[in-house]
T-cell receptor, first 113, second 116 residues
Framework: SQKIEQNSEALNIQEGKTATLTCNYTNYSPAYLQWYRQDPGRGPVFLLLIRENEKEKRKERLKVTFDTTLKQSLFHITASQPADSATYLCALGGGSSASKIIFGSGTRLSIRP | GAVVSQHPSWVICKSGTSVKIECRSLDFQATTMFWYRQFPKQSLMLMATSNEGSKATYEQGVEKDKFLINHASLTLSTLTVTSAHPEDSSFYIC????????????FGPGTRLTVT
């Protein structure tokens, strides 16, 4: 069965450092991968999308890589700030329905001052 | 732009009653909307895909007679939890896929359902 793993349930890092989150998947050939931010009691907010033929995408302090051979995506936040503390979700799409996405379990990121 | 609203934001109901949750795309049209359920400290689990003017497609293990979905217009989908039980208590989130945009999804703020 399809499986998406974000292999850190929680990650604590010092402000100013780079946070790196990992998303691995099995039994899936996604057309694209997305990263979302979710704050407690709120819906997810879209951050970045990367397609299967793209290796890397950047947006301000965010960088996403996508390795379809390793079946892995890395999500980096550079110069992290306490305001970046949230749960980050990866999601895969492009299966039976092009717009349908399946979420990973999420990583709770805490940035300490 | 691309705002999705949900109503109500929270609801408490008695066991055995039904609850309707609305999902609206405020500034765009959406042919497809999705309904998710999220339990505490868990990820979002897709319940069903809702297409305007047609029957919803439910994920494996989701009872279609218990979770009724209606997508009557390009800006509104509703989820009705029928004969609610305490185990249905959860955070329900919808998302909308804009017309003509395959990969984009915009999420609502969620509805907290508590069944007593």
């Amino acid at each position: 069965s399809q499986k998406i793993e974000q292999n850190s349930e929680a990650l604590n890092i010092q402000e100013g450092k780079t946070a790196t989150l990992t998303c691995n998947y099995t039994n899936y050939s996604p057309a694209y991968l997305q990263w979302y931010r979710q704050d407690p009691g709120r819906g997810p907010v879209f951050l970045l999308l990367i397609r299967e033929n793209e290796k890397e995408k950047r947006k301000e302090r965010l960088k996403v890589t996508f390795d379809t051979t390793l079946k892995q995506s890395l999500f980096h936040i550079t110069a992290s700030q306490p305001a970046d503390s949230a749960t980050y979700l990866c999601a895969l799409g492009g299966g039976s329905s092009a717009s349908k996405i399946i979420f990973g379990s999420g990583t709770r990121l805490s940035i300490r001052p | 732009g691309a705002v999705v609203s949900q109503h109500p934001s929270w609801v408490i109901c008695k066991s055995g009653t039904s609850v309707k949750i609305e999902c609206r795309s405020l500034d765009f049209q959406a042919t497809t909307m999705f309904w998710y359920r999220q339990f505490p400290k868990q990820s979002l689990m897709l319940m069903a895909t809702s297409n305007e003017g047609s029957k919803a497609t439910y994920e494996q293990g989701v009872e279609k007679d218990k979770f009724l979905i209606n997508h009557a217009s390009l800006t509104l989908s509703t989820l009705t939890v029928t004969s609610a039980h305490p185990e249905d208590s959860s955070f329900y989130i919808c998302s909308a896929n804009p017309l003509g945009a395959t990969y984009e999804q915009y999420f609502g703020p969620g509805t907290r359902l508590t069944v007593t």
